[in-house]
């Protein structure tokens, strides 16, 4: 009995791993940087992670054009990660001065990776850094990966063709429910959208039975507005998509 428990359990994870299809780890570095010259503690304080997927286990090809997608997000899109800190840390150094009690400076960048389905995997990237000045900045960006396709998922390769009006048409819905816009005009509330007229972008990912898409700061509305989302469940818009497309589990 202990055998054959011991046989599924192996079995299981096999399954599992075949699933995903893709093998990785989490990097990171953490650095402090504490000024002797100017005796600050903490004057530069930098943060990264990052997934590195494993290029001999698995969909080999398919951990290549990850691991390349998860570079050219990297700080600098460098592959030597650590060179890049120093480099930064230099930086600093170069400009740090003893009067200027602005130059505590915060960098943290982490990329992760999710598994929304078999197929695809999302890589994503919340970045935010402090150099000086009234506030930080910060960007949060979404990358859904299709094994299948090779390539990062657009609207376009979810959606039939010519529906996306449609889907913008229920977003705005949701966003002016969940923000408590009520009919207001959007350029009147405060926002951007180019003629008042609401439209999604394409920083989204497929999370957990819905499209989550992100507003950055200064996309749509002013910086203490901060981000803004919308989430649309798939049967929401169940209509509008393709079964022959990504999302075509959803109909199974």
Known sequence: MTKL??????????????????????KEIHEIYNSKTFKRDSAYVIDITWPVFDENKGNTKFAVKLNDL??????????NVKQTVNDMIETYKSMEQEDDFGMYWT???????????????????????YAGGAHGNGVSLYFNFDEQ??????????????????????????FRRDYELGDQDL??????????????????????????FLFN??????????????????????DLIRKDGPLSFYFE
């Open 217 to 238: 700061s200064y996309e749509i509305a002013p910086y203490a507005a901060g981000q803004q989302e919308v989430k649309i469940a798939f049967s929401d818009f169940k």
């Open 5 to 26: 428990f011991s046989i599924l359990i192996l079995l299981f994870f096999f399954i599992n791993v075949e699933a995903q299809n893709v093998i990785h780890d989490q």
């Open 107 to 129: 960098f943290t960048s982490d990329i992760s990776a999710y598994f929304p389905t078999t197929n695809i995997v999302t890589i994503v990237k919340n970045e935010w850094e």
């Open 149 to 174: 396709s090779e390539k990062v998922l657009t609207l376009d390769d979810l959606l039939i063709p010519g529906s996306k009006e449609k889907l913008n048409v229920i977003a705005e819905k949701i």
């Open 187 to 212: 350029v009147e509330a405060g926002y951007w959208f180019k003629d008042s007229k609401f439209e999604l972008n394409e920083n989204f990912m497929i999370d957990n039975g819905a499209l989550h």
């Open 70 to 79: 998860v570079t050219s997000l990297i700080p600098f899109s460098s592959d």
